[in-house]
């Protein structure tokens, strides 16, 4: 079956740690995107990647980078500049069509719930 | 700038109640229109979507039409269950020169036996 992968789905790190949170799809998707949500709250856009060996910078990237040398796979890290990285990661992907920005929907994985102890 | 607004929650109905969860937007060009479905512990999941004005999204019992004289995408379902109990977000995509889609801040749905 097609789908993104994220793993793992509860990570720990020590306050100091950089620690790199795995997305992975199989849906042969252009585009794949990182966001943060905290509790009760909405999605904010920490990283994208339209093609493989390129990526922006979204609403939130201080602390965090990314790396995008295959087209499967969109790894985040999470750096120790990060003042406050607990929260729910979530990994997307979509594939606008040629020519367009994103109109189509993305596709979400599961999440990884990252906390600082 | 673009952006969706929705309304906010919680949102704590009955069950078989009728359901509303408003959404209007702003954007340039002739943006996508989504709601996505998280429930708890979990991503998101798209519950519908439109492209164009008039268009009307339909998934599991809940549809949207998108609006574009009112900037509208309201979310309804004539008859909630329990087991729609979950946050609800609004979305847009495909704004003039943009490359990304921009959520709402989600609803919480709450439905009560």
């Not at chain 1, 606008?96 to 990884?112: A, D």
């Not at chain 2, 673009?2 to 109640?17: C, D, I, K, R």
């Not at chain 2, 979507?49 to 949207?64: I, L, R, V």
């Not at chain 2, 269950?81 to 704004?95: I, R, T």
Request: glycine share 10%; with cysteine.
């Amino acid at each position: 079956d097609g789908g993104i992968t994220q793993s793992p789905k509860y990570l720990f790190r020590k306050e100091g740690q950089n620690v790199t949170l795995s997305c992975e799809q199989n849906l042969n998707h252009d585009a794949m995107y990182w966001y943060r949500q905290d509790p009760g709250q909405g999605l904010r856009l920490i990283y994208y990647s339209q093609i493989v060996n390129d990526f922006q910078k979204g609403d939130i990237a201080e602390g965090y980078s990314v790396s995008r040398e295959k087209k499967e796979s969109f790894p985040l890290t999470v750096t120790s500049a990060q003042k406050n990285p607990t929260a729910f990661y979530l990994c997307a992907s979509s594939k606008p069509p040629p020519g367009q920005s994103t109109r189509g929907e993305q596709f979400f994985g599961p999440g990884t719930r990252l906390t600082v102890l | 700038g673009n952006s969706v607004t929705q309304m906010e929650g919680p949102v704590t109905l009955s069950e078989e109640a009728f359901l509303t969860i408003n959404c209007t937007y702003t954007a340039t060009g002739y943006p996508s229109l989504f709601w996505y479905v998280q429930y708890p512990g979990e991503g998101l999941q798209l519950l519908l979507k439109a492209t164009k004005a008039d268009d009307k999204g339909s998934n599991k019992g809940f549809e949207a039409t998108y609006r574009k004289e009112t900037t509208s995408f309201h979310l309804e379902k004539g008859s909630v269950q329990v087991s729609d109990s979950a946050v609800y977000f609004c979305a847009l995509s495909g704004f003039a020169g943009a490359s990304k889609i921009i959520f709402g801040s989600g609803t919480r749905l709450s439905i009560r036996p």
